[in-house]
């Protein structure tokens, strides 16, 4: 409505309910807008234009907190103080101290000089590491590495997934192949393996039951990473340590433990090995794909990727486990684990004042297990449909069985392609 008592006869617009207008300017002040932007944001939201002067009146009216009226000195100091407690780590510059006060549901607003001689002497009085850690350029602390021991072999072992082969390593649509290993703690690879998917817990389930059939035992202690993929696989191992242990023990020595990637070294470790051994020479050769023709919209062309290269990652996998084993690892001063071959430490473990953990299980326990999966191995694990497994097989066997080697993989596969090609697409009409 136009401003008939006023000079100039200005249309304000329609002032909001005190209510309304009160939350508005509170708000304002929790992100401590500038006079100009509150301005701005009453006219926008409410359409309510006033002048600077109105809204000094209408702040002093509703009490809206500003810098200009801060608590006292010992006040904000105790404010501050408790801030700076709550953050456990240290992460919270002063900018953000000043900024988590402002945006309470009662806003403390400090001026510059509270801000930067309360806040920044109190956190360098509090917390004097913390603004080291704080200032940019500074070097991470370096992880600090205790000794690893082990009463024995199958004590606990170690499990991880490795995505370096998988879908977003490579880029090439829906392509990938995706790892999953196991090692003992005294250094053995026990099960290295490729999966389709290392993120589905039905499929590392079936995975571990696999590793159990191959080994024929299961440890006292299996140690993984806190993925939401190890459920499946966790029960298992419980229910392996509650029927077959019989000095089961959960609270004294528990049958699974859950830590970050960074403190899992034993099995982190070895996909280091693994990336020297094969893994970077066989992720070089896969991503020459798209140059030589492969299309990664080509339903055929990735069947045929998912039929061939996981067999190639595979052999390559079992020839770097036989390295790795059979490779005496170089003496350390300071290290307090056998470095002979961890094959040989593996089978001797008596020489090594190592005892054996290992619990024995029956392929008909490991079946039973499998049989409580919510789904059956076969699903989880196919790479392809079987009609094109078998129109593969058999092109491949066309071209009398070509050995399968990472270098010569895409030549491989391109001989492949037109055999298979017109017949899946004839048998998929």
Known sequence: MVNTNGANGHDNGTKPPDDALRNTLWEFARKEYSIQMRIDELARLHNYHI????????????????????????????????????????????????????RQENPILLPRSVFHDTVRALQTAIDPEGAAARFPGRKRPVKVRGQLTAKGIMEEVHCDGHEKLGRKALRMGLAGIDIYGFRDHPGKVLYLTVLPNARNQ???????????????????????????????????????????????????????????????????????????????????AILQGPERGFAQ??????????????????????KFKYHFNTTRRRKQANKLLPTEAPEYVFNNPEKFNLERLGTPVSKDFIAGLRARLAKPRDEVMRWVPDV??????????????????????????????????????????
Request: aromatic share 10%.
């Open 388 to 429: 094109f497994d078998e129109l593969a097989l058999q092109a491949y066997e066309v071209l009398e069985s070509p050995p399968l080697h990472f270098t010569t993989g895409w030549s491989t596969f391109f001989s492949l392609l037109p055999l298979v090609e017109s017949e899946y697409v004839s048998s998929d009409m």
């Open 297 to 318: 919209e080509n339903t055929v062309h990735i069947h045929l990727f998912h039929w061939l290269w996981p067999k190639i990652v595979q052999q390559e996998l079992d």
């Open 51 to 102: 002048k600077p002067r109105t809204l000094k009146n209408l702040n002093k009216k509703f009490e809206v907190p500003t810098v200009k009226k801060p608590p006292p000195l010992a006040l904000a100091t105790a404010y501050v103080a408790e801030k700076v407690a709550e953050d456990l780590t240290g992460r919270h510059g002063p900018s953000t101290i000043k900024k988590q006060l402002a």
């Open 202 to 284: 039905i499929a590392i389930g079936h995975v571990y039951l696999d590793f159990l059939e191959v080994n024929g035992e299961f440890p006292e202690q299996l140690t993984f990473d806190g993925g939401t993929e190890t459920g499946p696989m966790k029960i298992v191992q419980q229910e392996l340590r509650r029927c077959l242990d019989p000095d089961f023990s959960e609270l004294q020595h528990p049958s699974t433990v859950s830590m970050s990637s960074t403190d899992n070294i034993v099995v982190e470790s070895l996909w280091k090995y693994w990336l020297d051994y094969a893994g970077q020479n066989i992720k070089t």
